[in-house]
């Protein structure tokens, strides 16, 4: 008994280093990425450039940090604060959503079709990538919620969450991958199946959870995102938007 009860506990040991070590290099690979364009902005201000972009880089930052805070209080075994703190998350995945599509439609509006080095066809397509980004963030973090009483579901939707949401465009603004879309793509793929992986070997299955985000992780990708900017469509809600 006392042999099952030990290898349960190094099970789990060992499962919260993997999900830990995971977001957290994660999450810092978007404050790298972002923290590499975004400074330069604060410090020589574009005459016209939309406030709110400033309001959406604050909050996602602090996201990032409460992310990275929820994984260690996980990791602790501090379950009840962790699951207190979370109410919270939710609001401001809610608010992350609205922020994230205000400042997407601003910039665009501007004409911006991209970043230096990760350029798009045009302010549309770049637009359509901003909002599938999110709304992917957004879907699965709202996942995440709804199952919150099953740990190990809500822990792998929370991590693909934030993969499959949030690290392309930190990625696409990292310095050996800027402007080599197939290094973003790459570098992004590598993180959403090191889960699965992880899975694979050591629990001898793969949850389900993770069907579930790359699945939706894909809507965001640019070959796909490509493809629906020439509907009929995406051409007519983007004139509405952009105009």
Request: net charge positive; glycine share 8%; proline share 6%.
């Amino acid at each position: 008994m006392d042999t099952v009860v030990e290898a349960s506990k190094v099970a789990r040991m060992r499962d919260h280093a993997f999900f830990t070590a995971t977001s957290v290099a994660a999450s810092l690979v978007i404050l790298l990425g972002f923290g590499r364009t975004y400074p330069p902005k604060l410090a020589s201000p574009e005459p016209g450039f939309p406030a709110i972009v400033h309001l959406h880089a604050a909050v996602f930052t602090a996201w990032l940090l409460f992310f990275i805070g929820q994984v260690v209080l996980a990791m602790r075994g501090r379950i009840a604060l962790h699951r207190k703190l979370g109410n919270f998350g939710v609001i401001a995945a809610f608010l992350m959503l609205f922020l994230g599509c205000a400042a997407a439609v601003a910039v665009t509006r501007r004409g911006d079709a991209g970043i230096p080095g990760a350029m798009f066809e045009s302010p549309s397509e770049f637009l359509l990538i901003s909002l599938t980004a999110i709304v992917v963030f957004f879907i699965l973090t709202l996942a995440g919620y709804v199952w919150r009483k099953d740990g190990e579901t809500h822990k792998r939707l929370m991590l693909m969450a934030t993969i499959g949401g949030l690290m392309p465009p930190g990625i696409a603004r990292l310095p050996l991958a800027n402007g080599h879309m197939p290094a973003v793509s790459a570098i992004t793929i590598l993180f959403l199946v090191a889960g699965p992986i992880y899975d694979k070997l050591i629990h001898r299955r793969i949850h389900r959870a993770y069907f579930v985000g790359i699945a939706v992780s894909l809507f965001a990708s640019p070959p796909l995102v490509h493809a629906m900017t020439g509907t009929s469509l995406w051409r007519s809600v983007a004139s509405s938007i952009l105009r």
